[in-house]
Structures are given as structure tokens and as C-alpha cells.
């Protein structure tokens, strides 16, 4: 049950960022482009074409491509230290919700 939440907000938020990513091609305040490329990332775990495409774009846009790994990189980083959940041996303790322990009040 878990997997089709996950795998839903995914669509949800892939077709969300293409979407504004189509009405920005057409509004001068929203990156169009950049919308559509996230999307795209976003989606191409899911769908095969998302991936092929953004594959194309890597190979005609090598500069687009580095800044698309580096953005993914920094995305994971984030992610990571947004969702990490590590116990008493790990960076985190738990028992201060997330805050460091070594922070005085």
C-alpha cells in the first residue's frame, strides 16, 4: 500500500511540474523549460519514454545534462537529510526530534 502512495505522488508531482512547465513556455515569470525538465526526471522513474527522452536531451544538450546530474545530486543530498532517520549510534537522536544534540537553549 505503502509503494502506490509513493508511486502516485510521483505522477502526481512529475505531471504537475510539466504542466506548469507548459504554461510557463507562454509566461515570461516561470521557466517553462526547467519545469518540463524536472518533470521529466521526476517521471522518468516511472515511464520508460520519460527516460528515453531525457536521454536524448543529455546526448544534443551535454551542458543541460551535467547541470541536471548536479541537481539530482543536490536533490538526493536533501532528501537524505530531510527523511534520514538514524538511531543512537547515527548523527541524530531521535529522542530530540531531529534536533542536534549539542545545540544549548
Do not use: N
Not at 9 to 18: D, P, S, T
Not at 21 to 29: D, K, Q
Not at 41 to 67: D, N, T
Amino acid at each position: 500500500m505503502k509503494t502506490a502512495f509513493k508511486r502516485a505522488g510521483v505522477l502526481i508531482l512529475g505531471w504537475a511540474f510539466v504542466l506548469v512547465g507548459i504554461v510557463g513556455l507562454f509566461l515570461p515569470v516561470l521557466q517553462g523549460v526547467l519545469f518540463i525538465l524536472i518533470g521529466l526526471f521526476i517521471l522518468s522513474s516511472e515511464y520508460i519514454w520519460a527516460h528515453h527522452l531525457l536521454e536524448k536531451i543529455r546526448g544534443r544538450f551535454p551542458r543541460v545534462a551535467s547541470q541536471l546530474d548536479h541537481a539530482k545530486d543536490k536533490g538526493a543530498h536533501w532528501l537524505h537529510r530531510i527523511f534520514r532517520r538514524e538511531g543512537p549510534h547515527g548523527g541524530e537522536d531521535q529522542s530530540k526530534g531531529g534536533q542536534d544534540s549539542s545545540r544549548r537553549d
